[in-house]
């Protein structure tokens, strides 16, 4: 019995398949856990463009001791966006930087919550508080889920091989 397994073993190490991170080796589909952050990417990508487009609209109307705090938060929301764009492009086009991107944006994610919730508590915009209280729960319960998955997932290493 054995040595049939040696047999099978030396089998599949000498099919000839380039090995993973090879020139030559295709990328597996995004697939299994990795649907998650697609989704991820794609849904946050279309919520964080209509809330820009829905606090723009609003911008006069927020109240002006108020103004300095909510242009930072719009400003920062266009910061995270283009890095969540940059992040998708990298994702789905499976490139081998993807996970660290994917990574980062998660970390300044964290940042930048945990940033505005400080100017807000300091600004004593309570309303504002909030709601980046929130948004800085949800950035670490999702970095403490997804940055183990990527930096330790055979799928991911598999996944996002093209240089």
Same mark, same amino acid.
Request: charge should be positive.
């Given at each position: %019995?054995?040595?049939?397994?040696?047999?099978?073993?030396?089998?599949?190490?000498?099919?000839?398949?380039?090995?993973?991170? $090879?020139? @030559?080796?295709?990328?597996?589909?995004?697939?299994?856990?990795?649907?998650?952050?697609?989704?991820?990417?794609?849904? @946050?990508?279309?919520?964080?463009?209509?809330?820009?487009?829905?606090?723009?609209?609003?911008?006069?109307?927020?109240?002006?001791?108020?103004?300095?705090?909510?242009?930072?938060?719009?400003?920062?929301?266009?910061?995270?966006?283009?890095?969540?764009?940059?992040?998708?492009?990298?994702?789905?086009?499976?490139?081998?930087?993807?996970?660290?991107? %994917?990574?980062?944006?998660?970390?300044?994610?964290?940042?930048?919550?945990?940033?505005?919730?400080?100017?807000?508590?300091?600004?004593?915009?309570?309303?504002?508080?909030?709601?980046?209280?929130?948004?800085?729960?949800?950035?670490?319960? @999702?970095?403490?889920?997804?940055?183990?998955?990527?930096?330790?997932? $055979?799928?991911?290493?598999?996944?996002?091989?093209?240089?």
């Amino acid at each position: %019995m054995d040595q049939d397994i040696n047999r099978i073993l030396e089998i599949g190490s000498s099919s000839g398949a380039p090995a993973i991170g $090879e020139a @030559g080796a295709s990328p597996e589909k995004i697939g299994g856990w990795l649907f998650f952050p697609a989704v991820g990417l794609i849904l @946050g990508g279309i919520v964080s463009v209509i809330g820009l487009v829905y606090g723009l609209s609003i911008v006069s109307k927020v109240l002006s001791k108020f103004q300095g705090v909510y242009t930072l938060h719009i400003l920062f929301s266009i910061g995270i966006l283009a890095l969540l764009i940059y992040a998708a492009i990298l994702f789905f086009g499976k490139k081998r930087n993807a996970p660290s991107i %994917m990574i980062a944006l998660m970390i300044a994610n964290i940042a930048v919550s945990g940033l505005m919730l400080v100017i807000d508590y300091g600004a004593d915009a309570e309303p504002l508080a909030i709601e980046s209280g929130k948004d800085l729960l949800k950035a670490i319960v @999702g970095a403490a889920i997804w940055i183990p998955y990527f930096r330790v997932s $055979e799928r991911v290493k598999r996944t996002f091989i093209i240089p």
